[in-house]
């Protein structure tokens, strides 16, 4: 017995060493200090252009036979009348009719082009949720230091932000060197297929590859999540896949007062039982990142954690479940959303049909999804098939590249406070995920506050001075891209 405790006590010791040898010699990452640079607008009207651009209903309905698309038609026209130094002096082009793509020419064609994106398109209100609204949803009301109404966080302010900045640009006769592209599509609410999918391949055609992708994503949040008493900048380097699969039992139909011994509900309700009880594995490469990045800043019992993430990754199960948010930075999630049966109560269906939505760790597939579900059915009478847009995992951008410091600098500069700049993963998708192919890496970030309650959310809004300060955050960016020296621009494969 005496021996057996010997051996149990030797283990923990050497566990507790390996703990905290871990801990003290955790690699750590950090960005360097920059100073605040003051940034000037002056362009006046700012907030009264965004308001009047959310007045124009550019929604992407679920049909598209019910979406208004000359509503698009008359954001391109306001958007040539309120940036009229834009309009005369960049190339632009409609891309599928609704979707925007302008090009500002750089002095230097060997330094590689940066890529700008946002969308034009917003999510529908859910019907009868209005009067919900403190301000009409496509308002554009100004009040209480506010801009509020469908696409003041997703994604309007980044179309008119971008623009603000470049027309400003303009106005003080800027010339970049490297060349600008702006690209906003019009159906990212429904996968981009019809707009940023289809400037992607027009750019790819032309040989354009870019030093560094930015579109929608990150922000600024609170570090308390992490133990961390400063703001987090998180910037999102790669983003989660999506597919959708659909689960199909068969019956043979009939009267309800003659029912089999179980029916195709019965039956269909295991299998999403099934699905939804096997969890994807845990994967903490993210995590991992990120630690790497708030490890001075943590405290002990955090940092310790982190720099163990792997030997404690067996009691990782109960801490992932513990909330929406974690669980998606951890694993790829399951989603059952819809279900049907028989249209009338008292008759057996012979189809009934379910559908999981899944997000995607970097790492899976959409294939190496779907294998998993069947796996976890393990019924060969539930068919499984994939429905709807399906994308996989974007690849990781880089956090030691080029455009990760340009990004990182003009964060810091832009900040009035201390932030941690920190990379991160978008658990949805968003248009970048189309550009991949024609960018060295893609980031997802905007200089704003966010809450992601407000995203697709009621009461969507974003405050006047967290608007200007994204824009200043654009037009420093711009400036920064062109401070890095000059470097090849390489055939796209």
Do not use: C
Not at 135 to 150: E, L, M, Q, T
Not at 360 to 380: K, L, N
């Amino acid at each position: 017995m005496k021996k057996i405790f010997a051996v149990v006590g030797l283990f923990l010791l050497l566990f507790v060493v390996v703990v905290l040898f871990n801990t003290f010699t955790l690699e750590t990452k950090s960005s360097k200090n920059f100073d605040y640079v003051a940034v000037a607008l002056e362009r006046t009207q700012i907030p009264e252009r965004l308001a009047n651009a959310i007045k124009i209903r550019t929604i992407s309905e679920e049909n598209e036979s019910d979406i208004e698309y000359e509503n698009f038609l008359r954001l391109h026209q306001y958007i040539n009348e309120q940036f009229p130094l834009v309009t005369d002096s960049l190339v632009r082009e409609t891309v599928n009719t609704y979707s925007l793509l302008y090009q500002w020419q750089g002095s230097n064609p060997e330094m590689q082009p940066i890529l700008l994106l946002s969308h034009m398109d917003v999510v529908p209100v859910v019907a009868g949720t209005e009067e919900l609204w403190e301000h009409g949803p496509f308002s554009g009301d100004i009040a209480d230091g506010y801009i509020w109404g469908r696409g003041t966080i997703d994604d309007k302010q980044g179309v008119l932000g971008i623009l603000e900045a470049v027309e400003q640009l303009l106005s003080e006769g800027y010339q970049p060197k490297r060349s600008i592209y702006l690209a906003f599509g019009h159906d990212e609410e429904r996968s981009g297929a019809q707009g940023a999918k289809l400037i992607a391949e027009k750019l790819k055609s032309r040989g354009v590859r870019t030093l560094f992708t930015m579109d929608e994503g990150g922000g600024i949040m609170e570090g308390s999540t992490f133990g961390v008493d400063k703001k987090i900048a998180a910037v999102m380097t790669s983003e989660k896949g999506y597919v959708s699969l659909r689960l199909t039992a068969s019956g043979q139909g009939g009267h309800s007062s003659m029912p089999p011994g179980e029916t195709a509900v019965a039956t269909l309700s295991k299998a999403v039982a099934a699905v939804s009880d096997k969890k994807f594995p845990i994967n903490t490469s993210i995590f991992e990142e990120m630690i790497a990045f708030l490890a001075n800043d943590m405290p002990f019992t955090f940092r310790l954690m982190g720099a163990n993430i792997g030997l404690f990754k067996p009691l990782l199960g109960s801490f992932v479940q513990s909330s929406p948010e974690i669980n998606a930075m951890f694993r790829t999630t399951t989603a059952p959303t819809m279900l049907s049966g028989s249209p009338k109560d008292n008759v057996l269906p012979i189809y009934a049909r379910a559908v999981i939505n899944h997000r995607i760790m970097p790492g899976e597939t959409i294939e190496s999804t779907r294998d998993f579900v069947i796996e976890a059915i393990g019924d060969e009478r539930i068919e499984v098939e994939i429905i709807n847009q399906s994308s996989n995992p974007s690849p990781v951008a880089s956090t030691t590249s080029q455009g990760y410091e340009i990004i990182s600098r003009t964060i810091q500069q832009i900040a009035t406070d201390e932030l941690i700049i920190v990379p991160s993963m978008l658990p949805a998708f968003t248009d970048s995920k189309h550009y991949a192919e024609i960018s060295e890496d893609v980031y997802r970030f905007v200089f704003m506050d966010l809450d992601p309650a407000l995203i697709h959310g009621t009461n969507e809004r974003i405050s006047i001075e967290n608007y200007l300060d994204a824009i200043r955050f654009y037009i420093q960016l711009i400036k920064n891209s062109d401070q890095v020296d000059a470097d090849p621009n390489p055939a796209v494969e």
